[in-house]
């Protein structure tokens, strides 16, 4: 890799309201007149991205931000949810909740008491693809800081009644979780679209919670947690000189062991067209979820598809909120993302509606998904989706914290930090042909697989207007 690069970030600062607070207005009379102008955009610059490797194979992404006082620390590896061995799916969730529960020489209370007088927290998340360990704290704690995240990553120790805790408290989320509609509805939409892939795996199966063990956990931690599969991205208040001495005093010598994970296969990249029904008897309202898997994290249509999500559902002012919102009534808040990882995506649709318009709901998100895929949208509406995307971004990436967990999920992504300085360039050049495209390659209502969670009695007779409709269960 090289180091000292220096990544400088010309991104223009936008107004959210932009694009969310004319949700109100019809696309025909947008913008709201009367209205000043847009100030000219200000650039931002992000200081250098200093990249080192340490031999024994940790990366580490180092960002000094003079002013504020403060650090943020990612020790991050891979391996997430989708890694997790075949007869302990769910054991995630456990591991992320007892990481930071004790080491080999420090407790729980030790950890938190230590932090506290630091004035810093600690922060374990799990994703799909991703296991991290966060430290922001004052950056004139940052070695004592380091050495507790080292700890922490390194040592763990999972003891028993802190794992029996973690083990109770799941479980009642999951009897909790269980009265959402949903909880089911999640698992037959993501099986569906994933089928045998780690990546369908969304709720844990409660007995298999129940016999995890402190020896289980600390196979699949010390399986993930090594540094030839691992980054630290450090940003704060600090010369990266500093940052990097640090990082070797405190991971220089850690070693890997045993066996690598194995890889995650790419996800499946279309679905066939189903309509499938979680019957939830009584229940006075329908969850629709619509959607389909997409391509992985860094594909070439990644930033035409943030825009054309943005317009079809993505914001508060798009089409398909103004539609059956705003227009219809049929809902109050409808909902579509385009979510990517390293091995695949999805695109979803989601929206609760009464049982007596769930098959006029469909059809008015069919509508406007081919409306995407046969027009091309207006210019109003293509600005105001790239200034919301825009705005968005360099809002969402101020804070060191911030910027350090963005950095993070780029690594996981097989991204650079120069791909920071690509993404508003990227919206930018995103024209109306390009949305058009994106709608007849993606969005188009035959490519969608529907699933929704309803009184089956209420619901299936005028769902049978879309053809063959099933019951399915989780």
Same mark, same amino acid.
């Given at each position: 890799m090289k180091k000292n690069r220096i990544i400088s970030m010309f991104l223009s600062i936008s107004l959210l309201a932009a694009a969310g607070n004319v949700?109100?207005?019809?696309?025909?009379?947008?913008?709201?007149?009367?209205?000043?102008?847009?100030?000219?955009?200000?650039?931002?610059?992000?200081?250098?991205?200093?990249?080192?490797?340490l031999p024994n194979g940790l990366t580490l992404w180092l960002i000094e931000r003079p002013g504020l006082p403060l650090i943020s620390m990612y020790l991050a590896v891979r391996g997430g949810s989708a890694s997790d061995p075949e007869n302990l799916r769910g054991v995630s969730d456990i591991l992320s909740s007892t990481i930071?529960?004790?080491?080999?020489? !420090?407790?729980? !209370?030790?950890?938190?008491?230590?932090l506290q007088a630091l004035g810093a927290d600690i922060s374990v998340g799990i994703g799909k693809d991703i296991s991290y360990i966060g430290i922001d704290g004052l950056s004139s704690g940052t070695g004592q800081l380091l050495e507790i995240l080292a700890d922490t990553a390194r040592h763990a120790s999972f003891p028993e009644d802190e794992v029996k805790l973690a083990i109770e408290n799941e479980l009642q989320t999951i009897i909790a979780n269980k009265s959402q509609p949903s909880y089911d509805l999640s698992q037959v939409f993501y099986t569906e679209l994933f089928g045998k892939h780690p990546y369908a795996f969304v709720n844990p199966d409660p007995k298999v919670v129940a016999r995890v063990t402190p020896?289980? %956990?600390?196979? =699949?931690?010390?399986?993930?947690?090594?540094?030839?599969?691992?980054?630290?991205?450090?940003?704060?208040n600090l010369p990266t000189d500093k940052m990097a001495g640090?990082?070797?005093?405190?991971?220089?010598?850690?070693?890997? &062991?045993?066996?690598? %994970?194995?890889?995650?296969?790419?996800?499946?990249?279309?679905?066939?067209?189903?309509? %499938?029904? =979680?019957?939830?008897?009584?229940?006075?309202?329908?969850?629709i979820y619509v959607g389909r898997p997409m391509p992985a994290a860094g594909n070439p249509d990644e930033f035409s598809l943030k825009v054309a999500n943005?317009?079809?559902?993505?914001?508060?002012?798009?089409?398909?909120?103004?539609?059956? !919102?705003?227009?219809k009534g049929y809902t109050y808040s409808p909902?579509?993302?385009?979510?990517?990882?390293?091995?695949?995506?999805?695109?979803?649709? &989601?929206?609760?509606? !009464?049982?007596?318009?769930?098959?006029?709901? %469909?059809?008015e998100i069919?509508?406007?998904?081919?409306?995407?895929?046969?027009?091309?949208?207006?210019?109003?509406?293509?600005?105001?989706?790239?200034?919301?995307?825009?705005?968005?971004?360099?809002?969402?990436?101020?804070?060191?914290?911030?910027?350090?967990?963005?950095?993070?999920g780029y690594w996981i992504d097989g991204k650079t930090p120069a791909d920071l300085a690509r993404y508003v360039p990227g919206i930018e050049k995103v024209r109306k042909q390009d949305v058009r495209e994106m709608g007849r390659k993606y969005f188009a209502s035959r490519k969608q697989a529907v699933a929704i969670s309803g009184d089956a009695k209420a619901i299936m007779e005028s769902l049978s207007l879309f053809g063959d409709i099933r019951l399915a269960k989780p």
């Open positions: 949700s109100a207005t019809k696309e025909k009379d947008a913008p709201i007149k009367g209205l000043p102008a847009y100030a000219q955009d200000k650039p931002l610059i992000l200081p250098a991205v200093v990249e080192k490797k930071s529960a004790g080491t080999r020489k !420090r407790t729980s !209370r030790q950890i938190a008491e230590e020896k289980d %956990l600390l196979a =699949v931690y010390q399986q993930r947690f090594r540094p030839d599969q691992g980054i630290l991205v450090m940003v704060g640090l990082a070797e005093k405190h991971f220089g010598d850690w070693k890997s &062991s045993g066996k690598k %994970l194995a890889a995650i296969p790419p996800a499946p990249a279309t679905t066939r067209q189903q309509f %499938l029904v =979680v019957d939830r008897p009584k229940s006075v309202q329908s969850t943005t317009i079809f559902g993505g914001a508060f002012g798009s089409r398909l909120t103004q539609n059956i !919102r705003e227009e909902h579509a993302s385009v979510s990517d990882w390293a091995k695949g995506g999805i695109f979803s649709i &989601s929206a609760s509606v !009464r049982n007596d318009v769930t098959a006029a709901t %469909l059809t069919f509508y406007e998904l081919d409306r995407l895929a046969t027009t091309l949208p207006e210019d109003e509406e293509l600005t105001r989706a790239q200034r919301y995307l825009k705005g968005s971004f360099l809002l969402s990436n101020e804070t060191s914290s911030a910027l350090a967990s963005t950095l993070t």
